[in-house]
């Protein structure tokens, strides 16, 4: 039973936590569509204590944290919700990345 129950610790950290700008086998910078349904990860916009800083670009989205919205063929789709968030984010003008 404790065997049992370590492994689904282990899980669980391993899921929720971001790894050099990885999330779910999903990098956290490119291209992204912001979608209603189907998501590969749920995110809250708040003002502190975000676990990744999100800095909006036109071009080159290629460092952690940098995301150009798109409307077809994008590298990951978020959907926003207010609550149960996989990733809590906040827009920044200079310095994205890790929190």
Known sequence: MRKIV???VIILFTSFNIQDCYYK???LYGKVQFVESF???K???VNDFPDLKVKLVELFPDECGEWQVVN???DFKVQIVTFF???KIQYVESFPGEN
Do not use: G, S, V, W
Request: charged share 20%.
């Open 85 to 87: 968030p996989d990733l």
């Open 6 to 8: 370590l492994i689904l």
């Open 25 to 27: 086998n999903i990098k």
């Open 72 to 74: 077809e063929f994008p």
């Open 39 to 41: 998501p590969d990860f």
């Open 43 to 45: 995110i809250q916009i």
